[in-house]
């Protein structure tokens, strides 16, 4: 199992930003799918952004031109840059590993973002 942790949540307030870091243990994280997922109370987890081994990037048409993934594979780490955000925003944010060649994704413990005045 792979362990991931993550960084860089906090409180902001709306039309700020943070950056997130995703810190992922072992030698396969170039190979593998990292993403980037919220959970707000009582709501279902769903996808902010992804980015493949291959640098292709999903995204949540939410945050498009707001939100930007990016990955350092000399670092095992993955990035989510958050600009302009709103108090909706406000959620858990996890860290997903995903392995193409299995149907296991491993998930990190989660940062708390907070969007308020």
């Known amino acids: 199992q792979v362990q991931l942790v993550e960084s860089g949540g906090g409180l902001v307030q709306p039309g700020g930003s943070l950056r997130l870091s995703c810190v992922a243990s072992?030698?396969?994280?170039?190979?593998?799918?990292m993403g980037w997922y919220r959970q707000a109370p009582g709501k279902q987890r769903e996808l902010v952004e992804r980015?493949?081994?291959?640098?292709?990037?999903n995204y949540a048409d939410s945050v498009k031109g707001r939100f930007t993934i990016s990955r350092d594979n000399a670092k095992n780490t993955v990035y989510l840059q958050m600009d302009n955000l709103k108090p909706e925003e406000t959620a858990v944010y996890y860290c997903?590993?995903?392995?193409?060649?299995?149907?296991?994704?491993?998930w990190g413990q989660g940062t708390q973002v907070t969007v308020s005045s």
């Open positions: 980015i493949t081994s291959g640098g292709t990037r």
């Open positions: 997903n590993y995903k392995r193409t060649w299995s149907p296991n994704d491993d």
């Open positions: 072992g030698s396969m994280f170039s190979f593998v799918t």
